[in-house]
């Protein structure tokens, strides 16, 4: 397989961006006010109110009681999210979206939002070179580009002051800001004092909305990639391999924030770590076959408390001291992967759950359940139904995303019928590769034509020149030795007549 690594880069820790927090709204005036209404430039109004994009309302959060596995309250900054920092926001009408509503929702294009448009994920190993490459560059691009519109915080919010008198946000680059963000959804709760906290907390792992925020997840990383590049065709490969390169990473270290009561504030921590197939084979005897994933796949309820039912089983904690579906790989690779609070530094991670996704989708498809079969209450905090997914804004509630990823916008290559798959797997990458060289394909043709026409015009010529000599030749051979027709001047008249 071919490697895959993004390049290091020295973040500069200065202050406000992250999908968590819109950088207009990271700030003393947004924390005291608890308003994260941004203006869109487009009109000039709040959440784009004057054009009737959204507006800016309050928030209402879930009072669903979730499971015990959380005993608190009030301590952690994730509860109710977003209330510990924001109460009011935009809500977007329509196909609009975004936090400032000056986006579209997912899958939906153009000024208006009015188009639909349909992106196909495809396998890596069927990425022609060029568009492997590109992937790359795309990546190192991000590692390299402070992310325009997010920043992250570095301290709670009881950190910044009642009223948000010490805002304490950094700037991060784009890719670090969804490693930050996979970390900040399932850190551990601060319970006070150094090492103090509690570990049985993730708003995004190991329950029913492990799959609705992970797509979620990859749709924002989409969106992020298309922005920053102008490449609005971009689409997320899915699949797995193996080898890399070294990179940076960050956010890998849970003990040590734990134990001085802080949050990551992503500065660099070494380089990735890979080591394959040199894992715990207790817990990951082999990597899943097709024949577990059509099991999976074949599991008719979601999630609704044992370890038999779908979530649970796609996720890997089916099998009690066993790591199994989505939990294998990770264990697998044996390095920056296996921790899940730092595995999103892995460019692995996204094609990992790309494909992870497509079997969510599979399922869907094949049951296409109601929207009531996701688990209203008691789930574990933070995974259920009309919970804010944490740590995104705009805002989506887990059962937002309790559908097939048609109405989203985007396709997997391999769930194409037949014809489309042919097309998008086979035909379409050597087209791509023909249009990376047109101009190349051209020059040649143009050249093969002069050519050509070049040495089409030199054997006219010689045949033509032939011809003439053969008819020279003819000529002089049999030509009259006396001519029929004898004009006389001696008699000064002209006669017709032939002469025998």
Known sequence: MRSLCVSVVVLQLLGACLCQFPRPCANSEGLRTKECCPVWDGDGSACGALSGRGFCTEVEVSDEPHGPQYPHSGIDDRERWPLAFFNRTCRCAGNYGGFNCGECRFGYWGANCAEYRESVRRNILTLSTSEQQKFISYLNLAKNTISRDYVISTATRAEMGENGENPMFSDINTYDLFV??????????????????????????ESAAFLPWHRVYLLHWENEIRKLTGDFNFTIPYWDWRDAQTCEVICTQPDEYNSREALCNATEEGPLLRNPGNHDTNRVSRLPTT????????????????????????????????????????????????SVQGSANDPIFLLHHAFIDSIYERWLRTHQPLRTNYPRANAPIGHNDGYYMVPFLPLYRNGEYFLSN?????????????????????????????????????????????????????????????????????ASSYGERQPLLHSSSEDGSASYQTTL
Do not use: C
Request: proline share 4%; charged share 15%; hydrophobic share 45%.
């Open 406 to 474: 048609k109405v989203l916008g985007y396709e997997y290559a391999y769930l194409l019928d037949p014809g489309q798959r042919f097309v998008q797997e086979f035909l379409t990458p050597y087209l791509e590769q023909a249009e990376q060289i047109w101009q190349w394909l051209l020059g040649a043709g143009i050249l093969g034509a002069l050519i050509a026409t070049v040495a089409a015009a030199l054997v006219i010529a010689a045949r033509r020149k032939w011809k003439r000599n053969q008819r020279r030749k003819r």
């Open 180 to 205: 930050w963000m996979h970390y900040y959804v399932s850190r551990d709760a601060l319970l006070g004092g150094p090492g103090n906290v509690w570990t049985d907390i993730d708003f995004a792992h």
């Open 291 to 338: 024949a577990d994933v059509d099991f999976t796949v074949g599991l008719p309820l979601y999630e609704t408390g044992p370890m038999d039912r779908f979530a649970s089983t796609v996720t890997g904690m089916a099998v009690p001291g066993q790591s199994t579906m989505h939990n294998a790989l990770h264990i697998f690779m044996n390095g920056s992967m296996s």
